[in-house]
C-alpha cells in the first residue's frame, strides 16, 4: 500500500523531453515509495517507455531532475544504475548466448562475486522458472521464456528498484499471473514500476496507479479512488416504445440527469441517461416512465468502472 | 576492470558462437598462403616480406567483416538499451568490444604460424623480422578493427556496416599509396603518405618496428575508439 512514512525510492521532479518538434514528456511530476508497486499506464505512444529510459539514464531528460534514493541519475549514473534493474519493452537479449551463461554474464556486470552470483542464479532459476532452460539457446526460447529471462535479468543483483516495461507482453494468461504474483511478491520489499497499456494487469497488481497522456499525468491514485473518482457519474440505459421527442424532454426533467441521448428505431427507441449523482435515480425514472404510460423493455444502471476511468482520461 | 574482462569474454565467446567465424578463418589462412606461396618459391628466399606486404589489401575485405556484428546488431535487437543502462560507462564498453576484436584477429593470425613454420623448416629466416611483422600486423589490424566498429555503431544493418567499412578503410589505405601520390600536389603528399593506414605498414614488413608507425596507429585506434563513444552518446542528443 501507499504508505508516505517509508522513504522515497524515486523522485521525478518537472521532467520533460522533446524529440524535435515532439514534447513526448511534458513536465511529470511523482515519487514512489519504497515498498510501492506503481503502475504506469497509458495508451500506446504515451510516453512510458521514454520516461522509463530517462529514468534507467539511457537518455538525458531536456528538462527535470531524476533521484534514485536521493541521489541524482545524470551526476551519479554509475551508483543509480546500481540501485536499478530494468526490463525494457520486448525484451532484449543476445539471441546466440545460452540462459545460463547471459545471466552470469549480466551478473558480472552488476559486480557480483562468483560465489553470490552462482546462488543468484540459481534462486532465479527457480524464482523465474528456467530451470529447465539453463543450457537453452536465448534465441530459440519462446517468447514468454524470452521474457523471463529479461526479468531474471532485471532481478539477478537484487535491485532497490526494478522498472519493468510490459513484462507480460505475449505471456499466455497463466504466465500472466505467475508474473503478477512474482511482482506483488517482490512489491513487498521492493519499489516496483510496472509500465503498461492494458488496465487490468495493473489494477491487479498495483498499489498506486499513475496514468499518463500524451506526455503528461492525467489521474494518480489507488486503483480504489480511481474507481470512486469515475462513479460520480452514471449511466442509465433504456428501451421504450415511446416518442423521440417526448422521451428526450420528459427524462430531462427527472432530477438528477443531465444528458438524455435518443435513438429511435421504428415504434422503439433505446435512451441513454447521464445522471451526474452518486444515488440510485432508478425508481424516478421508472415512475416516469409509468407516469407517460410508456411501454419499458429494458432498464439498466451501469456505474463507471476503472475502464471507463482509463477510457476517459486517454481517448482524444 | 572487471566491467572491460567481463565484455571481452562476452564479445570474444560469441565470435566463435557464430559458424561465419569458421568460414571467415578458413577463407582467411587459405587466401593469404595461396598468395604466399603462389611467389615464394620463385623469389626462393627465406623470409616473410611478400606474406606481409598482402596482408593490408585483406584486411580491407577481412577486417569490415570482423567488426560489422559488433554495435550493428546490438542496435538492431535493442540490446544496447539494457547494455548501456547497466552500471557500465560507454569507454569501458567500446574498449572491452575492441579488444575481444583484437583478441579474435591475433587468434587468427596465430593460425598463420604455419607460414613461419614451413620457411623455417625449408630455410633459415631471420627470427627478428619475423616477430615484429607480426607484432605490427596486430597494431595496423587494430587500427582498421578501431575503423570498423565506429563504422558498425552508425546503422543497425550489417550489411552496411560491411560495406561502409570496406570503403572507409579503403578510402585511407589508398590516399597514402604511390597510386594517388603520385598525381596528388607535392605540398600534400607528405601528410597523405602520413595519414594513409597502409603506408607505415611498409616498413614493419621488412621488420623494422619504427616508434613512429607506432604512435601513429596507436593515434588511429585511439580516435577512432573516441568516434565511437561519441557515435554512442548521440543517443543523448536528439
Not at chain 1, 523531453?17 to 514512489?32: E, M, T
Request: proline content about 4%.
Amino acid at each position: 500500500m501507499s504508505n508516505s512514512a517509508s522513504p522515497i525510492m524515486l523522485q521525478v521532479k518537472g521532467l520533460n523531453k522533446r524529440f524535435g518538434p515532439v514534447h513526448a514528456v511534458k513536465d511529470l511530476n511523482f515519487q514512489v515509495h519504497r515498498g510501492e508497486i506503481l503502475g504506469f499506464l497509458g495508451p500506446n505512444g504515451a510516453g512510458k517507455s521514454t520516461t522509463m529510459r530517462i529514468i534507467t539514464c539511457f537518455i538525458p531528460s531536456t528538462s527535470g531532475q531524476v533521484l534514485i534514493d536521493s541521489k541524482d541519475n545524470i551526476e551519479n549514473s554509475i551508483e543509480v544504475r546500481k540501485k536499478i534493474g530494468y526490463l525494457p519493452e520486448s525484451a532484449p537479449l543476445y539471441n546466440d548466448m545460452m540462459v545460463r551463461e547471459y545471466l552470469q554474464f549480466v551478473g558480472e556486470i552488476r559486480g557480483l562475486s562468483a560465489s553470490k552470483l552462482r546462488s543468484r542464479i540459481d534462486e532465479m532459476f527457480q524464482v523465474c522458472g528456467l530451470t529447465k532452460m539453463a543450457t537453452r539457446q536465448i534465441g530459440k526460447l519462446s517468447k514468454g521464456y524470452r521474457q523471463r529471462v529479461g526479468l531474471a535479468q532485471a532481478m539477478i543483483h537484487d535491485p532497490d528498484l526494478l522498472i519493468l516495461d510490459e513484462p507480460t507482453s505475449g505471456l499466455d494468461p497463466n504466465q500472466i499471473i505467475e508474473i503478477r504474483n512474482l511482482i506483488k511478491r517482490l512489491g513487498q520489499e521492493k519499489t516496483v514500476i510496472y509500465c503498461s497499456h492494458i488496465l487490468p494487469e495493473v489494477s491487479a497488481t498495483c498499489s498506486r496507479i499513475l496514468i499518463i497522456r500524451e506526455g503528461s499525468i492525467v489521474a494518480s491514485g489507488t486503483p480504489e479512488e480511481l474507481t470512486m473518482r469515475a462513479s460520480g457519474s452514471s449511466r442509465y440505459l433504456l428501451r421504450l416504445r415511446a416518442d423521440k421527442a417526448s422521451v428526450e424532454s420528459k427524462l430531462s426533467n427527472v432530477a438528477g440527469i443531465s444528458k438524455v441521448e435518443v435513438a429511435a428505431s421504428g415504434d422503439w427507441c433505446s435512451a441513454t441517461a447521464t445522471a451526474d449523482t452518486k444515488e440510485d435515480i432508478g425508481e424516478q425514472i421508472f415512475k416516469c416512465v409509468v407516469d407517460n404510460n410508456w411501454s419499458l423493455a429494458e432498464l439498466r444502471h451501469e456505474t463507471a468502472s476503472l475502464e471507463d476511468v482509463f477510457t476517459q482520461l486517454t481517448r482524444g | 576492470m572487471n566491467n572491460i574482462t567481463a565484455i571481452f569474454k562476452k564479445e570474444f565467446k560469441a565470435y566463435f558462437l557464430s559458424p561465419i567465424a569458421y568460414v571467415f578463418i578458413t577463407v582467411y589462412l587459405v587466401v593469404t598462403n595461396f598468395l604466399f606461396f603462389q611467389g615464394f618459391f620463385i623469389v626462393n628466399e627465406a623470409d616473410m616480406r611478400s606474406y606481409f606486404s598482402i596482408l593490408p589489401w585483406i584486411f580491407l575485405i577481412f577486417i569490415p567483416a570482423v567488426t560489422m556484428r559488433i554495435w550493428a546488431e546490438e542496435k538492431k535487437l535493442k540490446t544496447m538499451e539494457l547494455l548501456l543502462t547497466w552500471p557500465i560507462s560507454d569507454l569501458e564498453v567500446v574498449i572491452g568490444k575492441f579488444l575481444a576484436s583484437l583478441g579474435f584477429l591475433a587468434a587468427v593470425i596465430l593460425l598463420s604460424i604455419s607460414v613461419p613454420i614451413t620457411i623455417a623448416v625449408l630455410g633459415n629466416p631471420d627470427p627478428g623480422p619475423i616477430v615484429g611483422g607480426y607484432l605490427g600486423t596486430l597494431l595496423m589490424g587494430g587500427a582498421y578493427l578501431a575503423i570498423g566498429l565506429w563504422i558498425s555503431s552508425l546503422t543497425e544493418n550489417q550489411i552496411v556496416a560491411f560495406i561502409l567499412g570496406v570503403v572507409v578503410t579503403f578510402v585511407l589505405f589508398m590516399i597514402g599509396n604511390p597510386f594517388v601520390t603520385m598525381v596528388a600536389p607535392s605540398w600534400a603528399v607528405p601528410t597523405l603518405t602520413y595519414l594513409g593506414l597502409g603506408s607505415h605498414f611498409d616498413s614493419i614488413g621488412r621488420g623494422v618496428l619504427d616508434s613512429r608507425d607506432i604512435v601513429y596507429y596507436c593515434s588511429v585506434i585511439g580516435f577512432f575508439l573516441f568516434l565511437n563513444i561519441l557515435s554512442l552518446e548521440s543517443r543523448k542528443w536528439e
